[in-house]
């Protein structure tokens, strides 16, 4: 008997697991059929150049400014594998993965994958109830990387779609920046950026 419960209640969180999913796959396709908001430029990405020394381990910072009432996001965006090492944000869980950042409220992860053979960095999640939507400038994601050799990558994002909280699209455009890496480059001293706790 203890074994066939043990069957039900996997039966059961796998189901929930899938409609946790479909939810969520839901509210990101009807980001792409709801009009747009009435907002002023939405940027996403990396804003300052960075330049680092071969063998050093930069925090990226993935930034959002000038958003209203963003409730939900999915981002697409790739560095140069050549030259970078993604380093894991959470090794508790398998693959390689990004960090949150602080300007929403951890949620409903769809997505957290980064792929060290292509340099393809893809997250999507979004806020649950009863976080509201956030307005103003922050930083959605931090990227983890150690430089492998000198030379120069785009922080390119191939795609970024937001929505608030009704699933009503936020026009936005993406931001690259470029990392050098160099000799004789001083060593990152900064404090770490902050990121939610994985768990």
Do not use: W
């Given at each position: 008997?203890?074994?066939?419960?043990?069957?039900?209640?996997?039966?059961?969180?796998?189901?929930?697991?899938?409609?946790?999913?479909?939810?969520?796959?839901?509210?990101?396709?009807?980001?792409?059929?709801?009009?747009?908001?009435?907002?002023?430029?939405?940027?996403?990405?990396?804003?300052?150049?960075?330049?680092?020394?071969?063998?050093s381990r930069i925090e990226v910072p993935i930034e959002i400014r000038g958003v209203q009432d963003l409730y939900a996001f999915d981002l697409e965006m790739q560095f140069d594998p050549a030259i970078f090492d993604a380093e894991d944000a959470d090794p508790n869980m398998q693959?390689?993965?990004?960090?949150?950042?602080?300007?929403?409220?951890?949620?409903?992860?769809?997505?957290?994958?980064?792929?060290?053979?292509?340099?393809?960095?893809?997250?999507?999640?979004?806020?649950?109830?009863?976080?509201?939507?956030?307005?103003?400038?922050?930083?959605?994601?931090?990227?983890?990387?150690?430089?492998?050799?000198?030379?120069?990558?785009?922080?390119?994002?191939?795609?970024?779609?937001?929505?608030?909280?009704?699933?009503?699209?936020?026009?936005?455009?993406?931001?690259?920046?470029?990392?050098?890496?160099?000799?004789?480059?001083?060593?990152?001293?900064?404090?770490?950026?902050?990121?939610?706790?994985?768990?």
């Open positions: 008997p203890g074994l066939d419960a043990m069957r039900t209640l996997n039966r059961k969180f796998g189901l929930m697991r899938k409609s946790l999913f479909l939810i969520i796959l839901v509210i990101f396709c009807s980001m792409m059929l709801q009009p747009a908001l009435a907002q002023g430029d939405v940027e996403v990405g990396v804003f300052e150049p960075i330049t680092t020394s071969p063998g693959g390689i993965q990004t960090a949150l950042g602080t300007f929403l409220d951890a949620g409903l992860l769809l997505f957290n994958d980064v792929n060290p053979e292509t340099g393809l960095v893809r997250f999507a999640m979004s806020q649950m109830n009863p976080s509201e939507g956030k307005s103003g400038d922050g930083i959605l994601l931090v990227l983890y990387l150690t430089a492998k050799t000198t030379g120069e990558s785009a922080l390119t994002v191939n795609s970024i779609t937001l929505s608030d909280r009704g699933g009503v699209a936020i026009p936005s455009s993406g931001v690259e920046a470029v990392v050098t890496v160099a000799e004789g480059v001083a060593a990152v001293t900064s404090t770490s950026i902050p990121v939610q706790d994985p768990t």
